[in-house]
């Protein structure tokens, strides 16, 4: 289940991201991602986190296959909500191929569009002391913390 605060609910928000952000068609689902001013919040004292809202019109299918389709892509956004930027809004709408597609596939496609439209937060949490990329280097570092010249003694 997607919790509520990672949920649009109000139409101007979904008409912000659908008019103002960027989007992505995949073969069952078209990805709408907008980002947030991050001085900007609903809720002043809330927490920053994305959010992610559903449009699955009558043309998927009757009301039992809209609300499927509905389930399904709550539960493919819930697992992936946290990877998301927290100042990143989502709208996932659902086309005709949905209703048809297994939860493995709108999963993939899913991840697909957000992943092409940069919406994953890259930034790592705590850096490890193991990471490479570390800007600080690590007590487990072999080499010096200090760039060297590249001209060593038997380079003279």
Known sequence: MLPEQH????SADFRA??????????RDVVVHVATR???VRRDPGGPRVARVGLVVSKAVGP?????RVARRLRHVCASMVADLDPNTDVVVRALVGSAT?????????LRSA??????FDESP????????SSA???AFDESPAVPTSGRGPSDR
């Open 136 to 138: 600080v280097p690590s």
């Open 7 to 10: 949920r649009l609910h109000r």
């Open 37 to 39: 001013r991050s001085d």
């Open 125 to 132: 949490a705590v850096p490890s002391a193991f990471d490479e």
């Open 101 to 109: 597609a297994s939860s493995s596939d709108l999963d993939r496609q």
């Open 17 to 26: 991201t659908t008019r103002g952000g960027r989007r992505v068609g995949r």
């Open 114 to 119: 957000l992943r092409r439209l940069g919406a």
């Open 63 to 67: 009301a039992v296959t809209r609300h």
